[in-house]
Nanobody
């Protein structure tokens, strides 16, 4: 599957952005999806993940974004979103969406090594 990330930009602290990750016209209903970010001079880190099992969804977040970010998917199962509210300067990074074809176990959702498909990244800059 090919992924296209978009929605990044420049925003003031306290503002919001919604990132989108569009699959190449196919459903990602059977995929585990993740958002990762990489700030300048830092390693890539997990931000949020979502998977569906038996009609139920599980979501995962890094502690620093809990309560501010929300990951979701559209009803057509083609686009995954990352709604980012109350943005902080430390959220500044290039954000990447990623996909794993299948259901990752909970302990594997946060590791970028488990995702085989990646979007190109979208830059989020939060000014103070």
């Amino acid at each position: 599957v090919q992924l296209q990330a978009s929605g990044g930009g420049l925003v003031q602290a306290g503002g919001f952005l919604r990132l989108s990750c569009a699959a190449s016209g196919q459903s990602v209903g059977g995929y585990t999806m993740g958002w990762f970010r990489q700030a300048p001079g830092k390693e890539r880190e997990f931000v949020a993940g979502i998977r569906w099992k038996g009609g139920y969804k599980d979501t995962y977040y890094i502690d620093s974004v809990k309560g501010r970010f929300s990951i979701s998917r559209d009803s057509a199962k083609i686009t995954v979103y990352l709604q980012m509210n109350e943005l902080k300067p430390e959220d500044t990074a290039v954000y990447y969406c990623a996909a794993y074809e299948g259901l990752l176990i909970t302990s594997s959702v946060r590791s970028d090594m488990n995702y085989g498909y990646w979007g190109q990244g979208t830059l989020v800059t939060v000014s103070s």
